[in-house]
T-cell receptor
Framework: DARVTQTPRHKVTEMGQEVTMRCQPI?????VFWYRQTMMQGLELLAY????????DSGMPKDRFSAEMPDATLATLKIQPSEPRDSAVYFC????????????FGQGTRLTVV | SQKIEQNSEALNIQEGKTATLTCNYT??????LQWYRQDPGRGPVFLLL?????KEKRKERLKVTFDTTLKQSLFHITASQPADSATYLC???????????FGTGTRLLVSP
């Protein structure tokens, strides 16, 4: 049963610490999205990749956030330094045109910065 | 600026009735419009996709309409059941699976 895997599921960290969230997209998917979800803002697109190349990261605070795809099986989202306002659920999703552009979401990483 | 608007208030309906959810957008020219369901503590799950040249799409008890003139999509669940209670999100996409952007979602509550 193919699915997007995100780790960790939960993370509590102190303000100023570095946070790294990982995502394993579904094998064969060439598009990966990172989203952040809060009650106030809903699901915000932070960045997305096609064939491991970043296509758009305009939704991401550039000074503290970075997203990479070291290889086709791993996408990472880093926050350094973290701030309380970064507390949210972060979702990774993957897809490909071959699946009619449906995006498959992971379970999310719930981040709490104290 | 670009906006995707869904009713932020929860929609409460009785079991068996038809639920209708609305998605309005401005300053977009999407090639596709998608609807997702999200349950608490879970990621969104894809339900239906409709293309800009399609007026209506159906899947079992679900129906989606897409009016590019009004810049609006309607999402219908017929013969609703308590198990349909969830948050429903619409998403817009440009051609070539570009930049999938979501609305804020509408929570649906179906009472027995």
């Amino acid at each position: 049963d193919a699915r997007v895997t995100q780790t960790p599921r939960h993370k509590v960290t102190e303000m100023g610490q570095e946070v790294t969230m990982r995502c394993q997209p579904i094998l064969g998917h060439n598009t990966v999205f990172w989203y952040r979800q809060t009650m106030m803002q809903g699901l915000e697109l932070l960045a997305y990749f096609r064939n491991r190349a970043p296509l758009d990261d305009s939704g991401m605070p550039k000074d503290r956030f970075s997203a990479e795809m070291p290889d086709a099986t791993l996408a990472t989202l880093k926050i350094q330094p973290s701030e309380p306002r970064d507390s949210a659920v972060y979702f990774c999703a993957s897809g490909t045109r071959d699946t009619n552009t449906e995006a498959f979401f992971g379970q999310g990483t719930r981040l709490t910065v104290v | 600026s670009q906006k995707i608007e869904q009713n932020s208030e929860a929609l409460n309906i009785q079991e068996g009735k038809t639920a209708t959810l609305t998605c309005n957008y401005t300053n977009y020219s999407p090639a596709y419009l998608q609807w997702y369901r999200q349950d608490p503590g879970r990621g969104p799950v894809f339900l239906l996709l409709i293309r800009e040249n399609e007026k209506e799409k159906r899947k079992e008890r679900l129906k989606v309409t897409f009016d590019t003139t009004l810049k609006q999509s309607l999402f219908h669940i017929t013969a609703s059941q308590p198990a349909d209670s969830a948050t429903y999100l619409c998403a817009l996409e440009g051609t070539g699976f570009q930049k999938l952007v979501f609305g804020t979602g509408t929570r649906l509550l179906v009472s027995p």
